[in-house]
């Protein structure tokens, strides 16, 4: 299931031409035209993909559909780090934060083209304050009386239990502490009234969208001898019976049957949804929703110093301040969610407030006001029901519930997925595929974990390389009309897969868009033929970072509206409904107003 943005769609694009896709993998017609899989996945956040690309390297006949659009939910809605979750060691999940410290690890080195080492700085305003409540929270998860925060000692306890879970030959540099005036040496702009600052290193992944169709793509092709590894999007579960899973077809509101011994429930916050769907009664999810928003603030950015500043706020929540490339990244809540209401994906204006709050808390002479906006998000997270727990002491661990379901002639299996974050997916894919395929009486045949991921493979990380890449592909660029600057940008979207995507350039009529030169009309219509873009807003939000940036105009909308009409078969009508769509999105889920062009 999908966050959402689909429930808000006009019903006036429902109904649609379906789209032709070159690789009819990615397509609601390999799913209809072999209607049954001995794995069907429903979800198309990373969890859900994850395990498609294990069970595909398998193997294994395995299909995904995912009701709105790949990574439309949670998995798009994430802080963008990739990290060991050191605030999980009060909740004394050990087991959690040493898996999320090697998975961390893993992903540097397998998805060097998205997921690219953080620095992060603590700012710390006590030295032994919260040492004798911190037991307390451990013990209950519930804040006892006034607020203790945590000081310099707690924190240093942490880092050095952080840093024995991160030895990796040496590849993640051990924590520093920094006294006061040293720490205002290296960011002048931080509170003056902090008394030390403790820096390690995390990750970030600047693109979870991408590298979550990256995965998919690996899981496709994994199954592309004999077509057994098919996804769809837009592709809803909207019940069960004797003939097996109903689809309904989102875009052109056919139903079909598809039937599979066992069924993955990865659909996040939605699962419980889900199960009902499919005649399964379950009261597993209990989210809570986190918000973002990304500011365009040159001072704010330059004080950042290039550094995560990741610290305990004046009401103890763990909020983060950090650059993502000239925007910063400002997060995140924590509020119960009930995700039949669509304001559970909204961020809202008190949580603007807090934002603001928080920044001025960390950098009280830096103002930021409404105007620095230029986008905003929230997601929900899919954890466990949590009843009088705080939301933020809910487990960010995993587990996995079985169950059988009666409905579909022969007796299926249930696996439900309940919880999950970025950062194990491949781990938690793991897991989940071998529960699958001790259903089916298989055994893994390999491991993902010293597997490089898509565009990882061969991804030049130094400017030495780079050059080295864009020189080796010099004759291509040049037949596809593209300049060094247009193929970086190339590479820093697509990792090394950039290649084919120059490569396919080349080989028709193309032109770079007026509103940015990031994009080109052949470009998009690689996307349609490659990666199942259906609507406009999947380009913005999903295959790009445009809307994330605060780059969309009305200009924008129109010319790539333009664009997609004819590798989707769009009228004109169909076009003005998309362009219409996409403001609709960007205005009541991302807080994005744009204008109709004035004639």
Known sequence: MSDSETAAEPQSIAQRNEPQSA???????????RPEAQVLIIGGGINGVGTFRDLALQGVDVALVERGDYCQGASGASSHMIHGGIRYLENGEFRLVKESVQERNRLLKLAPHYVKPLQTTIPIFSTFSGVLSAPLRFLTHKQQ???????????????????????????????QFAAKERALQELPWLNPNLKYAATY??????????????VLRDGVEAGSENGKARASNYLEVTGIDDAGVQLTDRLTGKQFSFRAPVIINASGAWTDLTNGALGEQSSFMGGTKGSHIVLDHPELLAACGGRELFFEHTDGRIVLIYPMGDRVLVGTTDIDADIRNTESSICTDAEIDYFFDLIGHLFPDLPVTREHIVYSFAGVRPLPRHDDAQPGFVSRDYRIEQSTLPGAGEPVSMLSLIGGKWTTFRALSEHLADEALAKLGKKRKVSTAELTIGGGADFPETEEDVSAWLAALEDQARAAQID???ARGLLNRYGSRAAQVIGYLGQGVDSLLQATHELSTRELEYMVEQEQVVHLIDVLIRRTSLAFRGLVSIELLEEIAQALSGPLSWDAQRAQEEVQHARE?????HRVCVPQLIS
């Open 484 to 486: 060094e600057a247009r």
């Open 585 to 589: 999105v960007l205005e009541t889920f």
């Open 145 to 175: 009386g006034k607020l203790k925060e945590r000081g310099a000692f707690l924190i240093k306890l942490g880092l050095s239990i952080y840093d024995s879970f991160s030895r990796d030959g040496g590849s993640v540099p051990r924590h």
């Open 201 to 214: 290193f995390d990750a970030s992944v600047h693109n979870p969208e991408r590298l979550t169709l990256d």
């Open 23 to 33: 690789d009819e993998r990615f397509s609601v017609t390999a799913l209809r035209n």
